[in-house]
């Protein structure tokens, strides 16, 4: 994998056919990423959100451009996500240890923003509480 090498405008393809592909050029665009990753991770990121995001829609049909804008949404912030969690620093350092939890912060606002955008999605509210 050579880092920083320039991605193509590719699509992922969608496993659901009725759902919108995404190109990693969708996911530079909608979420603060770099192509620093390489174009097979990104990839593997993005349609490990599909599926994600594919499982909680349940079959709800996708076919307004407003409905498209926020599943490329969601599945974008979930691949960044996924990203995030990736990046968590193992340095046992003090500065190791805030950058690791920095990033956790990070996967968890981008994951509000999917739980957002699926409940705007699916017609749910937007607060729903769980308890144990």
């Avoid at 594919?54 to 709800?60: E, F, Q, T, V």
């Avoid at 240890?97 to 699916?122: F, M, P, S, W």
């Amino acid at each position: 994998m050579l880092l920083n090498a320039p991605v193509s405008n590719a699509e992922v393809q969608n496993p659901i056919a009725e759902y919108p592909n995404i190109s990693i050029k969708d996911l530079l665009a909608q979420v603060r990423l770099d192509q620093s990753k390489g174009e097979p991770l990104l990839t593997e990121k993005i349609i490990l959100a599909m599926d994600t995001i594919n499982g909680d829609l349940d079959g709800i049909a996708i076919q307004s451009e407003e409905q498209i804008r926020k599943y490329k949404r969601a599945v974008s912030y979930e691949a960044a996500a996924l990203i995030c969690e990736d990046n968590l620093d193992f340095d046992t350092t003090t500065t190791g240890q805030v950058r690791g939890e920095n990033q956790r912060e990070k996967a968890d606002a981008l994951r509000r923003i999917v739980q957002h955008t699926i409940a705007d999605l699916t017609k749910r509210p937007r607060n729903r509480v769980r308890l144990i």
